[in-house]
């Protein structure tokens, strides 16, 4: 029990809960579009329904992805896919893509549809949740997995327009997201078994794993999100004021 009362394993709970308030926005649009159609009266059955199946199947996936992370170079490109995700937060492409999730005014259709939707949308959310996972230590990293997509379940389903709201009236969370991305993306790359292991992949730098190399890869890796989706921001926004004028 001592193990889960340690810090590292509250602050990867917190930076779960953090990516999926932050990557969850799109799961709470489909969960809304599959189940406009239902009857009032079951309604409310086919959000919590559809919602159950895919935590679980998320659950089932971060679980891979925790064992893939253990092969050499998986996490070096899982750090490059989290940064790409990381500008993207900070860069959206406003193409949302909703257009083809399909209502449907039976119960387990509905249900079905946010099952398939939330596989093909989750490829986001199980890298960061697997990345931040990896900081709590092997012992405990599926109970704390487990522990953060419950507790960010009802903020999805219920708060979700209060969060989208929070995010328009303050945009520091959104950069603050993306930069915990950054985060976890140079701490992953600096704890790749290619990186670590001094006798295997010889042609590989080695680094040294202490609390110092991983601080600066995250910092890094922060800085990085920042500069880069701020610079693409940018870019789309002169881009759109030229088509506009």
């Known amino acids: 029990m001592e193990q889960f009362m340690t810090p590292e394993f509250w602050v990867a709970v917190g930076q ?90 039976k119960l387990w259709a509905a249900v079905k549809t946010v099952i398939v939707a939330d596989l093909v949308m989750s490829i986001d959310n199980v890298i960061a949740i697997a990345g931040a996972a990896q900081g709590a230590g092997q012992a405990h990293q599926m109970p704390l997995v487990i522990f953060g997509l419950v507790v960010s379940i009802p903020i999805i389903v219920w708060g979700s327009q209060l969060v989208i709201k929070l995010m328009d009236r303050f945009p520091i969370i959104i950069t603050i997201g993306g930069m915990l991305l950054g985060w976890i993306a140079g701490t992953m790359a600096v704890s790749d078994p290619a990186v670590v292991n001094p006798l295997a992949w010889e042609w590989v730098p080695k680094l040294p794993q202490t609390d110092t190399v991983r601080y600066i890869a995250g910092i890094i890796g922060a800085v990085l999100v920042l500069i880069i989706g701020k610079v693409v921001a940018m870019r789309r926004q002169k881009a759109q004021r030229a088509v506009a004028a």
């Open 16 to 105: 779960i809960i953090m990516i999926d308030i932050l990557l969850g926005g799109d799961n709470a649009v489909v969960i809304a579009l599959a189940c406009r159609k239902l009857p009032p009266d079951m309604r409310t059955k086919g959000i919590l329904w559809g919602t159950a199946g895919a935590i679980v199947l998320r659950v089932v996936l971060i679980f891979f992805a925790l064992t893939l992370l253990a092969i050499p170079f998986l996490k070096l490109v899982g750090a490059a896919l989290l940064l790409w995700i990381g500008i993207k937060l900070l860069a959206p492409d406003h193409d949302e893509g909703h257009g083809n999730i399909a209502a449907s005014d």
